[in-house]
């Protein structure tokens, strides 16, 4: 584990990361983008987290933080990658900071059908809320 590096992603990783998550992530989102990733580096720079072993993505988690909630998105690894910590290391690096920002709580957005998701969401100490459902309206057509 000791070469596995991570780090905040800035404009130039936008491509890279969305070709990532084409292979990697579950499901799509409206802002799976160029402007998309773009604005989250820009509003953020800190909350896209990538983690790299040899200069290879092979994993990312957006931890973003709106002074209220501490909210997890795209938490993903590499198919070749898995079962490695590379999610563990992740998560860890996104509640540090939470924690330095004065969170208080972690939500997470996790795909209802992506069980082995669910095992490692368990596994690293979160638990699915059922009282909450999430609501959208995707603000263009």
Not at 57 to 62: F, W, Y
Not at 71 to 93: E, N, Q
Request: charged fraction near 30%; proline fraction near 4%.
């Amino acid at each position: 584990m000791n070469d596995l590096r991570i780090r905040c992603a800035t404009p130039s990783d936008v491509d890279a990361v969305l070709r990532f998550w084409h292979g990697a992530a579950e499901g799509t989102s409206i802002s799976d983008d160029p402007d998309g990733v773009t604005r989250l580096i820009r509003t953020d720079p800190g909350a896209l987290l990538l983690a790299e072993r040899d200069g290879l993505l092979v994993g990312t988690a957006i931890a973003g933080f709106d002074g209220w909630r501490c909210s997890l998105y795209r938490l993903a690894v590499h198919p070749d990658h898995r079962r490695r910590g590379i999610a563990t290391a992740l998560l860890t690096a996104a509640e540090q900071r939470f924690a330095a920002l004065g969170g208080r709580r972690v939500d997470a957005m996790v795909l209802e059908a992506n069980e082995r998701a669910h095992r490692t969401w368990d596994t690293a100490g979160y638990h699915r809320e059922d009282r909450w459902r999430r609501w959208v309206k995707p603000l263009s057509g």
